[in-house]
């Protein structure tokens, strides 16, 4: 069964950084694209950043680019989110999404929050 374990969150103050892992396993890791999503209390569900399959091609939420990168690494079946100069609306519950064989898979999430 797939499996997405992220880790990471934690409180933050604004300008900060963090970087959030999501472990994944149960499926070829590395034949996939995979996803960041975040939702932040009584939001949607927002796309923050999306990776390919070997990592050579990536896309960003227009309200993170510039401050969050993307990256995987698919000999450890790990996907990574760096997240830079945090602002208070980046708090959310982030999430790792897989699609595979049409079929959305995700991980439990990790708060983040930000505040001074």
């Known amino acids: 069964q797939v499996h997405l374990v992220e880790s990471g969150g934690g409180l933050v103050q604004p300008g900060g950084s963090l970087r959030l892992s999501c472990a994944a396993s149960?499926?070829?890791?590395?034949?996939?694209?995979m996803n960041w999503y975040r939702q932040a209390p009584g939001m949607e569900r927002e796309l923050v950043a999306a990776?390919?399959?070997?990592?050579?091609?990536?896309n960003y939420a227009d309200s993170v680019k510039g401050r969050f990168t993307i990256s995987r690494d698919n000999a450890k079946n790990t996907m990574y989110l760096q997240m830079s100069t945090l602002k208070p609306e980046d708090t959310a519950v982030y999430y790792c999404?897989?699609?595979?064989?049409?079929?959305?898979?995700w991980g439990q999430g990790t708060q983040v929050t930000v505040s001074s």
């Open positions: 990776i390919s399959s070997t990592g050579g091609s990536t």
């Open positions: 999404n897989a699609r595979i064989r049409g079929v959305h898979y």
């Open positions: 149960a499926f070829p890791f590395s034949s996939y694209p």
